[in-house]
């Protein structure tokens, strides 16, 4: 497994008139920023979209982490990639053909990332691992911030940790939903190495320091499991 984690705060979180100051907030202390895209067709609920992608872009340099909640994402993924994101996640569900569009993705000059919702099983995906860079097990139903963590959804990531030992494979095993430091410990025992959190991150009193903080406990579980 990879030796250091990712922690990658949701901006969905943060206050959306000042985006600029609150990545700025962040950027120093964790390793990508996450940006959830809700179409309010996918999910029932709208987030932003690609012109905020392009202007925060030019406003930090720490890797953007885009999450697509959205239909159709074969027309709208590889605009993301063009704005400069360092990965693009669409969802399994909202995709026909995922080894197509990941190929889409790298061929754009970005990583690609195929996300699992709650109800869906992970076993027909796992198949598709040898084609992403990132896998992500949702640890919630998709769709909105603040939610509780669903312990029972690990058993998805223990899955996909185990195909990826056996595969020999270099892909970010990822876990979005209800993470904050009384639930990454056990989501990194079971595998992931890189860890989305929101409300854990952007409704501290300091953010940087709660990034800190879920580093240190995630790094200690990945180690000793
Ligand atoms: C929800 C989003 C998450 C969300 C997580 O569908 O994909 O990234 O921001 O928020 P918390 O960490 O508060 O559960
Ligand atoms: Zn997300």
């Given at each position: 497994m990879e030796s250091s984690p990712i922690i990658a705060p949701s901006i969905l979180a943060a206050d959306f008139a000042r985006l600029a100051e609150e990545v700025h907030t962040i950027e120093d202390a964790a390793d990508w920023v996450h940006v959830d895209v809700m179409d309010n067709h996918f999910v029932p609920n709208l987030s932003i979209g690609l012109p905020v992608v392009q202007s925060l872009r030019k406003a930090t340099s720490i890797p953007f982490d885009v999450h697509l909640m959205i239909t159709d994402p074969e027309r709208w993924a590889p605009g993301y990639a063009e704005a400069g994101a360092y990965?693009?996640?669409f969802h399994a569900e909202a995709c026909e053909d995922p080894v197509a569009l990941a190929k889409t993705l790298r061929a754009a000059g970005t990583k690609a990332g195929l996300a699992i919702d709650r109800?869906?099983?992970?076993?027909?995906?796992?198949?598709?691992l040898p084609y992403v860079d990132t896998l992500l097990v949702m640890t919630i139903k998709a769709g909105?911030?603040?939610q509780k963590f669903m312990p029972e959804l690990l058993d998805k990531v223990r899955a996909v940790r185990r195909r990826i030992s056996t595969m020999g494979l270099?892909?970010?095993?990822e876990v979005d939903g209800g993470i904050a430091a009384d639930t990454i410990e056990q989501?990194?025992?079971a595998g992931a190495d890189a860890f989305v959190a929101?409300?854990?991150v952007y409704a501290a009193d300091?953010?940087?320091?709660?990034?800190?903080?879920?580093?240190?406990?995630a790094q200690r579980a990945m180690v000793t499991p």
């Amino acid at each position: 497994m990879e030796s250091s984690p990712i922690i990658a705060p949701s901006i969905l979180a943060a206050d959306f008139a000042r985006l600029a100051e609150e990545v700025h907030t962040i950027e120093d202390a964790a390793d990508w920023v996450h940006v959830d895209v809700m179409d309010n067709h996918f999910v029932p609920n709208l987030s932003i979209g690609l012109p905020v992608v392009q202007s925060l872009r030019k406003a930090t340099s720490i890797p953007f982490d885009v999450h697509l909640m959205i239909t159709d994402p074969e027309r709208w993924a590889p605009g993301y990639a063009e704005a400069g994101a360092y990965n693009v996640t669409f969802h399994a569900e909202a995709c026909e053909d995922p080894v197509a569009l990941a190929k889409t993705l790298r061929a754009a000059g970005t990583k690609a990332g195929l996300a699992i919702d709650r109800d869906t099983p992970i076993e027909p995906y796992l198949e598709l691992l040898p084609y992403v860079d990132t896998l992500l097990v949702m640890t919630i139903k998709a769709g909105f911030g603040g939610q509780k963590f669903m312990p029972e959804l690990l058993d998805k990531v223990r899955a996909v940790r185990r195909r990826i030992s056996t595969m020999g494979l270099e892909i970010r095993l990822e876990v979005d939903g209800g993470i904050a430091a009384d639930t990454i410990e056990q989501a990194a025992e079971a595998g992931a190495d890189a860890f989305v959190a929101g409300t854990a991150v952007y409704a501290a009193d300091d953010p940087a320091e709660a990034v800190r903080k879920l580093r240190a406990l995630a790094q200690r579980a990945m180690v000793t499991p």
